[in-house]
């Protein structure tokens, strides 16, 4: 018997800037698992899906599964997801992202999303509890106000 949804892992870029991250005030969380990048030890994530800026929409079908996030700026994604391509992948469209983004090698997709953004999102998607998720997310009320959650 399930003691609850499936873990979520968050494979966090060394590289990434501490102070910039989303997602580490989420550290500690029962739910979730944050490792860094690159990956000494892949976990199995043979029921997982990933969340990806392609890929079949994240619906309340994949609500088993586990969730794989890559948290990184876009000008590693590549090398993160190619780490990861067995996993498959869901998306997210139709929202929009509070976080001020200005990336200097022109790399972030139009539909972009920070990282707790997209986690946030699929946790809603999948029936998951949110709480707690924003606490810590400074742009929290400009991002739920234009999704429409305010």
């Not at 029962?30 to 199995?44: E, G, M």
Request: glycine share 8%.
């Amino acid at each position: 018997m399930s003691e609850g949804p499936p873990a979520t892992i968050i494979v966090r870029h060394s590289k990434e800037n501490p102070r910039k991250c989303s997602i580490l005030p989420l550290r500690g969380r029962p739910d979730i698992v944050i490792v860094n990048y690159p990956v000494k030890q892949i976990p199995d994530l043979t029921s997982f899906v990933r969340l990806a800026p392609d890929g079949p929409e994240l619906s309340s079908a994949d609500a088993d599964r586990g969730l794989l996030v890559l948290d990184g700026s876009w000008r590693w994604a590549g090398v993160m997801t190619r780490a990861f391509q067995d996993v498959p992948a869901r998306s997210l469209h139709g929202y929009q992202t509070a976080y001020p983004r200005v990336s200097k090698q022109g790399t972030d997709p139009g539909h972009g999303l920070a990282s707790v953004e997209a986690l946030y999102i699929a946790y809603r998607v999948l029936g998951r509890p949110t709480e707690g998720l924003l606490d810590h997310y400074h742009w929290r009320e400009e991002f739920l106000r234009m999704n429409g959650w305010a």
